[in-house]
């Protein structure tokens, strides 16, 4: 939502809602005009006060101070209609309807500052998406590549899931991971990985050493005294399960080091199969607490393969009744589908799953290894 389009801006607001006006006006209109006909014991005049506080429901404060101004007009004129304006009755219901009107439109106000804030939060969140969370290319190297990340809050465009690729000179690198906990210490910790990443996957010899790089990286991290100034988690309970992936361009394999994340499924003709570690490696910052050597284990990846990358946001999804989300049985049923297509199709039904708003963020990559032929 841009700033020009902002409700409630300083000028008038007839834009979007400009049609709802009529409904105050219309509100004012029949209250006056029932008032004037009423017998003298009947007084509906305190009924007007409902035409600005359902205008700054909608509209800037400037309407709103508008609509209340024409309803005190009319209460004026029913005054001077039925009796005049010195009739107490009269007197006070004005005075009431002068007095709810500023209150309205000065919470109508302070809804436009918050929309506004709103605004900027939303620049901002675009901002660091692009600049942490960078977009994935469609193609890289023999794989054909495609993204997608659901924000858990409206307001949020990245949170703790994170994803990247690097090129090698023998092939390409990617990660996927989910940082514990939310908030911007989860987007700071997930800007650190993926930033170590970033600077080692195209250095690092081997699939083990990127990954020790990494757990290095996040235990210095959590040993840092600022970092555990703003983290309020308790030691040991921050940390990132990821999967890390090898993909040489000259062999038909995928070597995968999992630390504690949900395994990669693998779609081959219609089946899909989990690529579950034998030795899965304990998530990224607890070494300290769990002993581990990391070593990449090899799956076959032949052309025309997709690797379905996730975070638990997708598979801890649940509907309305508690069921959790069937991502491989939905996998299944689009494997025929390139990767583009696959997760369009995914992202619309585990949001309809989820009754359009999921409990977690969740992040998804697929990508499929194209036919030697294709190379370029």
Same mark, same amino acid.
């Not at 000259?250 to 949900?262: F, R, T, W």
């Given at each position: 939502?841009?700033?020009?389009?902002?409700?409630?801006?300083?000028?008038?607001?007839?834009?979007?809602?400009? =049609?709802?006006?009529?409904?105050?006006?219309?509100?004012?209109?029949?209250?006056?005009?029932?008032?004037?006909?009423?017998?003298?014991?009947?007084?509906?005049?305190?009924?007007?006060?409902?035409?600005?506080?359902?205008?700054?429901?909608?509209?800037?404060?400037?309407?709103?101070?508008?609509?209340?101004?024409?309803?005190?007009?009319?209460?004026?004129?029913?005054?001077? =209609?039925?009796?005049?304006?010195?009739?107490?009755?009269?007197?006070?219901?004005?005075?009431?309807?002068?007095?709810?009107?500023?209150?309205?439109?000065?919470?109508?106000?302070?809804?436009?500052?918050?929309?506004? &804030?709103?605004?900027?939060?939303?620049?901002?969140?675009?901002?660091?998406?692009?600049?942490?969370?960078?977009?994935?290319?469609?193609?890289?190297?023999?794989?054909?590549?495609?993204?997608?990340?659901?924000? =858990?809050?409206?307001?949020?465009?990245?949170?703790?899931?994170?994803?990247?690729?690097?090129?090698?000179? &023998?092939?390409?690198?990617?990660?996927?991971?989910?940082?514990?906990?939310?908030?911007?210490?989860?987007?700071?910790?997930?800007?650190?990985?993926?930033? =170590?990443?970033?600077?080692?996957?195209?250095?690092?010899?081997?699939?083990?050493?990127?990954?020790?790089?990494?757990?290095?990286?996040?235990?210095?991290?959590?040993?840092?005294?600022?970092?555990?100034?703003?983290?309020?988690?308790?030691?040991?309970?921050?940390?990132?399960?990821?999967?890390?992936?090898?993909?040489?361009?000259?062999?038909?394999?995928?070597?995968?080091?999992?630390?504690?994340?949900?395994? +990669?499924?693998?779609?081959?003709?219609?089946?899909?199969?989990?690529?579950?570690?034998?030795?899965?490696?304990?998530?990224?910052?607890?070494?300290?607490?769990?002993?581990?050597?990391?070593?990449?284990?090899?799956?076959?990846?032949?052309?025309?393969?997709?690797?379905?990358?996730?975070?638990?946001?997708?598979?801890?999804?649940?509907?309305? *009744?508690?069921?959790?989300? +069937?991502?491989?049985?939905?996998?299944?049923?689009?494997?025929?589908?390139?990767?583009?297509?696959?997760? *369009?199709?995914?992202?619309?039904?585990?949001?309809?799953?989820?009754?359009?708003?999921?409990?977690?963020?969740?992040?998804?990559?697929?990508?499929?290894?194209?036919?030697?032929?294709?190379?370029?």
């Amino acid at each position: 939502m841009s700033p020009g389009r902002l409700r409630g801006s300083n000028r008038w607001s007839w834009e979007p809602g400009h =049609a709802l006006l009529a409904v105050p006006l219309a509100m004012i209109a029949i209250v006056t005009t029932v008032d004037i006909l009423a017998p003298p014991d009947v007084h509906l005049g305190p009924f007007l006060v409902a035409a600005p506080a359902v205008t700054a429901s909608f509209a800037g404060p400037r309407t709103t101070a508008f609509i209340g101004a024409v309803a005190v007009l009319a209460q004026t004129v029913v005054a001077m =209609a039925r009796t005049n304006l010195t009739d107490l009755n009269h007197t006070f219901q004005i005075i009431a309807l002068v007095l709810i009107s500023v209150f309205v439109t000065f919470f109508a106000h302070l809804r436009e500052q918050h929309e506004k &804030q709103l605004v900027q939060l939303r620049s901002v969140a675009r901002a660091a998406q692009q600049v942490v969370l960078r977009p994935l290319p469609q193609r890289v190297g023999p794989l054909r590549i495609a993204s997608v990340y659901l924000a =858990a809050e409206a307001e949020a465009q990245i949170g703790g899931d994170l994803y990247a690729a690097a090129r090698t000179a &023998q092939g390409t690198r990617l990660i996927i991971g989910d940082v514990r906990g939310k908030g911007l210490a989860a987007v700071g910790d997930a800007a650190l990985v993926l930033g =170590a990443f970033r600077a080692a996957a195209h250095r690092q010899a081997d699939l083990p050493a990127l990954v020790a790089y990494l757990e290095g990286t996040v235990s210095s991290n959590l040993d840092d005294p600022g970092a555990d100034a703003q983290n309020t988690e308790d030691p040991g309970e921050a940390f990132v399960t990821a999967a890390i992936l090898d993909v040489p361009d000259n062999e038909s394999v995928l070597l995968v080091i999992n630390c504690g994340h949900p395994p +990669p499924l693998l779609l081959r003709g219609g089946q899909v199969t989990p690529l579950a570690v034998r030795h899965p490696a304990p998530p990224l910052g607890l070494t300290e607490f769990v002993d581990s050597d990391f070593a990449a284990e090899s799956f076959a990846f032949e052309p025309g393969d997709i690797i379905l990358l996730y975070t638990d946001g997708v598979i801890e999804a649940r509907d309305p *009744s508690g069921t959790f989300y +069937p991502l491989v049985e939905r996998v299944a049923a689009w494997s025929g589908e390139h990767p583009q297509a696959l997760l *369009s199709h995914l992202c619309e039904d585990l949001l309809s799953h989820a009754g359009g708003h999921l409990g977690d963020d969740a992040a998804m990559v697929a990508m499929e290894r194209l036919p030697r032929v294709s190379l370029r």
